[in-house]
């Protein structure tokens, strides 16, 4: 037994005990004097009797012990062609100052406030400001259209948004403020205020009840940390379920700091002075927990990317990266890796960079090919640490904890559950199944301190989402199994969500936009395996009696609406006219087969089906 498994088993044997220990990372203004509340089940809360500022956590409490001089954030852009560090005294003051200002505006504890923002460093400063405040930030990831951050600010109803003139995508310039109006145009709810910080790529022209972000720092009081309760929530951050009504994953600010800060230095093997660099987005789970909070906890460098992979300009700007900030742990998505390989297969524009800082590679978001696994390996030569985990669960359920021991890697299997994640397999009547046969995975509760506590203002959807299907579980919606030596394998998805280049997407959703159009009857989307974006939707649409139209220009009408109101990142590119579409005899569209066939898997047909011709004469269309 090495030291993983200790460390596992005391998790499991004694949570209290645990996570208690762990919490002494964190400074309290009211330290926990107990862990776990289960006085409420289904519902667990984390550290119930105490107060914090996770702002005070990740960032003064650095300056106070002689940090202020390091570099917090470096802001690495290729696509403005600048790069800016900002200590960690700086960090401060801008967020003391950005608190005044968001303080001055009405803001306070329990407030939400809506960050649609771009990697810019303000993003992590507008979200450490509310942070300080008591306030609840709900970052939106800025390649969504209006009408998703619409139905985000009506279900967070912010005293104010937060945003930028623009953001820079690799060969346009996209302007944020016209599409916050047009969202704020479809909303019912009213903020009070919208403040806007100008770029020099676009100047937004601001209305009335806008502020502009530099004037208003200018002359704003600093503001001070406001202690909170451990359970107050910390943020929202909205995720895709099956439907397109997006879920308001809910975080609390306790749980969270001791779970992060716990991962750093134990999973992502990172400490203070040290520098991690994660290629996400903050609109992300993982630029939440790998970009703002979990490095700034524990004191490291983070570096905000503002670029792609590739592109911008070329396919070696991860290793410049690494390079230049002297990085540590890597941290991204398969997706980029895919994106690079294909691009610079040879490995000759890593040639050209020192990456000899680098420790370790983490990859996320999506499942990791072995091929993918073994290229990033043999050309990085560090290892490779695949991570399983969700908006859910805000941290790594199944990884392999560097910073404690190095497990031998399984390809195509994460490694093994992280402390405090009871990781298990169940058949559908709800029976654990044997090592190696897939299954529904779930996790036993309680989930540890960082997993969602509930979804915003929704306790019955949690509990309906999550804790339904199997008593005493939280049902992560990813199938796969167990091996005989505790290794996790995840599949995939077993619901109607997909994972398109990291994106986490609805195909409801995105149905829901396709029916929406007044040529269509009725619809299908499923996700299909992309070689570079792992999954990418494809649609199918029968069109209403009697309406006849050209294939190609409905399709480009659907892909258009899909790009207007979800956004570009849901990459719906195909759209098939069809005459029908494979249903059971009760009526449910048969995705799951249709994905079958078009992933060239043979899927059983199941025995329920109403019209087994409808299938047949789908099935080209499907294998194209
Ligand atoms: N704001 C506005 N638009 C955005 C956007 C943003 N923040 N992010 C992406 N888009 C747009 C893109 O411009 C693109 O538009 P287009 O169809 O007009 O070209 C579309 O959304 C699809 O973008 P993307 O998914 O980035 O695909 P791509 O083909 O441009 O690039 C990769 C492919 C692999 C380079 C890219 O997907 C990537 O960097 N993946 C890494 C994923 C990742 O970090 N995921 C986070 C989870 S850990
Ligand atoms: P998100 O909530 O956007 O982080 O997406 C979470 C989903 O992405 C999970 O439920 C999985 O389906 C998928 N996912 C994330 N990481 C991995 C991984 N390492 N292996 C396989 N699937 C993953």
Request: charged content about 20%.
């Amino acid at each position: 037994m090495g030291v993983y498994d200790d460390v596992h088993r005391a998790s499991q044997d004694d949570p209290e005990a645990f996570w208690l220990a762990a919490a002494a990372a964190i400074d309290w203004t009211a330290p926990p004097t107990r862990a776990l509340d289960a006085a409420n089940p289904p519902f667990h809360r984390w550290f119930p009797d105490a107060e914090l500022n996770v702002c005070h956590n990740a960032v003064d409490r650095h300056v106070a012990a002689g940090r202020g001089e390091q570099p917090a954030i470096v802001h690495d852009s290729p696509v403005t062609g600048s790069v800016r560090r900002i200590t960690y005294a700086e960090l401060q003051d801008e967020v003391a100052r950005f608190a005044g200002v968001l303080a001055g505006l009405g803001v306070g504890r329990g407030d939400r406030v809506v960050v649609y923002l771009p990697m810019i460093p303000e993003a992590a400063v507008a979200m450490l400001a509310c942070a300080r405040l008591g306030a609840v930030h709900s970052v939106v990831f800025g390649g969504f259209a209006p009408k998703e951050l619409a139905a985000r600010i009506d279900d967070a109803t912010p005293a104010v948004v937060v945003t930028a003139s623009c953001g820079i995508e690799v060969a346009r310039v996209i302007e944020y403020k016209p599409l916050l109006d047009a969202a704020l145009d479809l909303a019912t709810h009213r903020p009070a205020h919208c403040v806007v910080l100008q770029r020099p790529q676009a100047t937004a022209t601001l209305g009335e009840r806008d502020v502009d972000w530099a004037a208003a720092v200018a002359t704003a009081v600093p503001h001070d940390c406001v202690p909170v309760r451990a359970t107050d929530p910390l943020y929202i951050l909205y995720t895709s379920g099956t439907t397109g009504k997006p879920k308001g994953v809910v975080r609390d600010g306790g749980g969270y700091a001791v779970a992060l800060a716990w991962t750093m230095p134990n999973v992502f093997a990172v400490g203070p002075g040290e520098t991690m660099f994660t290629a996400s987005d903050v609109g992300w789970v993982v630029g939440h927990s790998y970009i703002v909070y979990g490095p700034l906890l524990v004191g490291a460098t983070s570096v905000l990317y503002e670029g792609k992979p590739v592109g911008t300009p070329d396919a070696g700007q991860f290793w410049r990266v690494v390079q230049d900030h002297r990085v540590r742990s890597l941290f991204t998505a398969p997706t980029a890796f895919r994106a690079i390989r294909k691009e610079d297969p040879d490995g000759t524009l890593l040639a050209r960079y020192d990456i000899s800082s680098l420790r370790q590679l983490f990859l996320a978001g999506e499942r990791l090919d072995p091929e993918t696994h073994r290229w990033a390996g043999e050309r990085l030569g560090v290892p490779v640490i695949d991570n399983w985990w969700q908006t859910e669960t805000g941290w790594p359920i199944v990884a392999n904890p560097a910073g404690i021991e190095l497990l031998p890697v399984k390809p195509g299997s994460p490694t093994r559950p992280m402390p405090g994640w009871d990781v298990r397999v169940l058949d559908p009547a709800g029976r654990p199944v044997p090592p190696g046969v897939d299954g529904a995975i779930v996790l036993g509760l309680p989930l540890p301190p960082g997993a969602l506590p509930t979804l915003w203002n929704d306790d019955e959807r949690y509990v309906a989402s999550y804790l339904s299907a199997f008593p005493g579980c939280y049902l992560t919606g990813d199938g796969g199994h167990v091996d005989e030596d505790g290794y996790v394998f995840v599949m995939g998805r077993t619901d109607d969500v997909i994972n398109v280049a990291g994106h986490r997407l609805s195909t409801g959703g995105l149905e829901e936009v396709l029916a929406a159009h007044p040529d269509v009857a009725e619809c299908a989307v499923i996700g299909v395996a992309d070689g570079l974006k792992g999954q990418v939707p494809r649609g199918f649409v029968v069109l209403k009696a009697g309406v006849e139209r050209d294939e190609h220009e409905l399709a480009a009408e659907l892909v258009q609406l899909v790009r207007e109101q979800i956004g570009a990142v849901a990459s719906l590119r195909e759209v098939a006219v069809v005459p029908a579409l494979p249903k059971t005899r009760s009526g449910k569209i048969l995705r799951r087969t249709m994905r079958g066939i078009a992933d060239g898997v043979d899927e059983p047909v199941p025995g329920t089906i109403e019209n087994v011709a409808v299938l047949d004469a789908l099935r080209p269309i499907l294998r194209r």
